[in-house]
């Protein structure tokens, strides 16, 4: 976990929560977000979820959706969090920001802004297909340790056979599996609708080259947020605008053509003033 407050004083700045992807960490946002977000006055908090290796060593803690919704929140209460400026999550991470955004007043911090960075999508990502041998595979990996070297034998020959987008780096490739068939994504449109019902206001960037998370499936989650094509700010490859969409929204869209799976790090300063003006919309940065 990480904390920098810029020299800031307490309670005085607004804060950003980041959350990462899995796999993921402090230092996927250490050398974009963070201290662009920090030089315009806001503190970030960056908790890390624990890895693969973590759960293999300890027999616990198995990345379910309920798992990492109880640790964030546990977590941001020990750490006497009643407010959440922005609440910003990558890929994974979408999840338990909903749930924890949702949350009834007293049990979890308010959330006053969401950013969702190249989302996990309602809908089933080709890495996961076929899902049934997925789950299978996954499950092998978790109960049966000798059957782990046969599972990063299969990992590493998709990988060179071009059949998967995730690089062989097999704990990171289990990790990123079974925290999205444990993440309940079939059954999260109505916490997306919630989203929407409320007015929550929402940035969503995402991006037509992410390999990871193809555009359609990166689209069926601005879809239940209620945006259409025509409603999305569209940046070149340069990271300049080409064509503005809905303004004075609660709801922003932002399209890179060239933003991969990590918008942040591709186009950091685009992603950054987003953030800012997401904070600006609901006063909490002048």
């Avoid at 960490?25 to 030089?39: H, I, K, M, Q």
């Avoid at 798992?67 to 400026?85: G, P, S, W, Y």
């Avoid at 059949?163 to 990171?172: H, I």
Wanted: proline share 8%; net charge positive; glycine share 8%.
């Amino acid at each position: 976990t990480r904390w920098d407050d810029g020299g800031g004083s307490g309670g005085q700045r607004p804060l950003a929560v980041v959350l990462h992807g899995a796999p993921g960490g402090y230092g996927d946002f250490s050398e974009n977000l963070v201290p662009r977000l920090r030089a315009a006055g806001v503190d970030v908090l960056v908790p890390n979820f624990p890895g693969m290796a973590f759960s293999l060593r300890n027999k616990f803690f198995w990345h379910s959706i309920e798992e990492r919704t109880a640790l964030l929140k546990d977590f941001l209460k020990e750490m006497n969090i009643t407010r959440i400026d922005a609440l910003v999550a990558h890929s994974a991470a979408i999840f338990p920001s909903l749930r924890t955004a949702l949350e009834e007043p007293g049990a979890a911090p308010a959330v006053k802004s969401l950013a969702l960075l190249a989302p996990n999508s309602i809908l089933t990502p080709k890495t996961l297909e076929p899902l049934w041998l997925t789950r299978r595979v996954v499950r092998a990996y978790r109960r049966f340790p000798f059957l782990r070297p046969l599972v990063g034998a299969l990992v590493r020959t998709a990988h060179s056979l071009g059949l998967s987008p995730l690089k062989p780096a097999v704990e990171d490739v289990m990790l990123s599996l079974t925290t999205y068939l444990e993440s309940r994504y079939a059954e999260s449109a109505p916490l997306l609708e919630a989203v929407s019902l409320r007015r929550l206001p929402t940035l969503v960037a995402i991006s037509r080259d992410d390999r990871l998370l193809p555009y359609p499936v990166l689209r069926a989650v601005c879809t239940t947020l209620g945006a259409g094509e025509e409603d999305m700010w569209c940046f070149g490859p340069d990271g300049q605008l080409r064509r503005p969409g809905k303004p004075d929204s609660w709801l922003k869209v932002v399209c890179f053509d060239k933003g991969s799976h990590y918008p942040f790090i591709k186009q950091p300063d685009v992603c950054a003033d987003e953030i800012l003006q997401l904070l600006r919309r609901i006063g909490s940065l002048s």
